[in-house]
């Protein structure tokens, strides 16, 4: 018999493409500059035209606001942020071998982990550059929201490296039911508030209307930009949907490119989860760079849930981002910013609305969008941990849910194809939705 050290099966079939630490990418890709018809600019709410970038600047540092508005191709990853990214970077892209093993299908399926982050999923990588260009153009204190607490965590993450104040508004109704991340926060040295809260105008008007209001993203997120504004050396950041935040998290796709040459393949199919749109933005963007510049016939897929329909149901119009209309006007697909969607497990996917880049990307006919229940996303990310072992994010379920819908097609139609998509985070603080979900207490709404 021989012994494990002597073993040569691990190597018959290799399962996990790695980079080296030098290959993390110099440059975040700006989908802008490809777009084959440019995005519709913000608008100023009360006027209704192009708004101009220095009015941003009560919110956003002027770095930041550049990035927001520009149509350069590449920028520049500066080296303190590309340092804090080698504590994770480059992720694993791996093959789900068993999975496809257990789905009986031809085809390959590969996924780019980013929960191997410290905070357990992708918005780190947004995170961290944000905090560093606030803390270059001298902020010393970041206002923020947060829904079930990823967000959240992710920059308060990055505040305690750069060294920054950090305030976040938290959902009350996530404050109160999801403990873990708010106490994550907590470790990292942020300050967090149940939002509604008695500390802004717009808070206490709303609880003494309502003193149980539970709370929603866009509630926090009024609440967040009007302690920016009273607030001196205050600035706000967002988690995702902004330009910036989608050009931040191509790092992903940048990786998955060069690790899938590494494995001698070419996606079919590209898939994310899309809440606000930066997850999928980051694996997808750089994909269709090439769909565009070099004619590659990719399918892309962006997911949400059936409880929050913003690609396959909105429209596509101009909206606030926030409840209380303080926000720049965005054209995106939206389902309107009075939208209260439905209590599911996937806190991070509840936003009325979605990226612009992302919905321009849909409008043109780069990508394409599908919704599912929970109760089949749940069953997914089951399979996926029994047989892959990771236990996934009930965000990122959604993009496996799709996958395993593709794998069986394929399996039906007979025809080996290769199929990709992005495990944004860990599940492993939301195991009580997937105690629910065996217990027979998720229901589709
Ligand atoms: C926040 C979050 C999402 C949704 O946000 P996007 O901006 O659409 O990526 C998806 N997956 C995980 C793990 C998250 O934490």
């Known amino acids: 018999m021989k012994m494990w050290g002597q073993s040569t099966f691990y190597m018959s079939q290799k399962t996990r493409f790695d980079l080296e630490q030098a290959d993390i990418p110099s440059a975040w890709y700006n989908l802008n ?4 018809e440019p995005l519709p600019p913000p608008l100023h709410p009360g006027t209704k035209e192009p ?33 804090i990214y080698a504590l994770w970077r ?30 357990g999923s992708h918005k780190v990588n947004t995170s961290v550059p944000q905090a560093y260009y606030n803390k270059v153009a001298g902020t010393r204190r970041l206002a923020t929201e947060t829904g079930a607490g990823q967000w959240g965590a992710s920059l308060a993450f990055a505040c305690s490296l750069i060294g920054l104040e950090c305030n976040v508004y938290m959902v009350k109704v996530s404050y109160d039911q999801k403990p873990y991340r708010r106490m994550l926060m907590h470790t ?13 105008e717009y808070g206490r008007k709303l609880l003494a209307e309502d003193p149980q209001c539970s709370g929603s993203l866009g509630i926090a997120i009024s609440e967040a930009i009007e302690d920016t504004v009273k607030t001196p050396g205050t600035k706000y950041s967002l988690g995702s949907v902004l330009n910036h935040v989608c050009h931040h998290q191509t790092v992903i796709g940048e990786e998955t490119i060069k690790q899938l040459e590494k494995a001698g393949e070419e996606p079919d199919v590209i898939v994310g989860c899309c809440g606000g749109g930066s997850n999928f933005a980051g694996l997808a963007f ?71 880049m992302v919905s321009h990307a849909l409008k043109l006919g780069l990508m394409e969008a599908k919704a599912y229940h929970q109760t089949k996303v749940f069953e997914a990310a089951i399979l996926f941990a029994r047989k892959e072992g990771i236990v996934p994010a009930p965000e990122s379920s959604h993009a496996i849910a799709a996958v395993v819908d593709e ?26 939705s997937f105690e629910s979900y065996l217990h027979g207490k998720v229901q589709d709404v």
């Open 188 to 200: 990292w040295g942020a300050t967090v508030h149940a939002s509604p809260s008695n500390l802004t």
């Open 51 to 83: 708004m101009p970038p220095d009015a941003l600047e009560a919110i956003f540092p002027r770095n930041l606001i550049e990035q927001e508005i520009s149509t350069e191709k590449f920028i520049e990853i500066p080296d303190p942020v590309r340092e």
């Open 90 to 119: 480059p992720t694993p892209l791996l093959r789900a071998v068993r999975l496809e093993k257990a789905l009986n299908t031809p085809a390959h399926i590969y996924y780019k982990y980013e929960g191997a982050s410290p905070a």
């Open 286 to 356: 750089p994909f269709m760079r090439q769909k565009i510049r070099d004619g590659k016939k990719y399918r892309i897929v962006g997911v949400e849930p059936s409880a929050c329909p913003t690609l396959t149901e909105g429209e596509l119009r101009y909206d606030f981002g926030d409840t209380a209309e303080t926000t720049p006007l965005l054209k995106m697909f939206t389902l309107g910013h009075k939208f209260m969607p439905p209590s599911i497990h996937s806190g991070g996917l509840r936003y009325h609305g979605m990226s612009p």
């Open 33 to 36: 500059a490809d777009f084959p």
């Open 407 to 432: 794998a069986i097609q394929a399996r039906e139609e007979g025809k080996k194809r290769v199929l990709l998509f992005n495990l944004s985070g860990h599940g492993l603080l939301d195991l009580s």
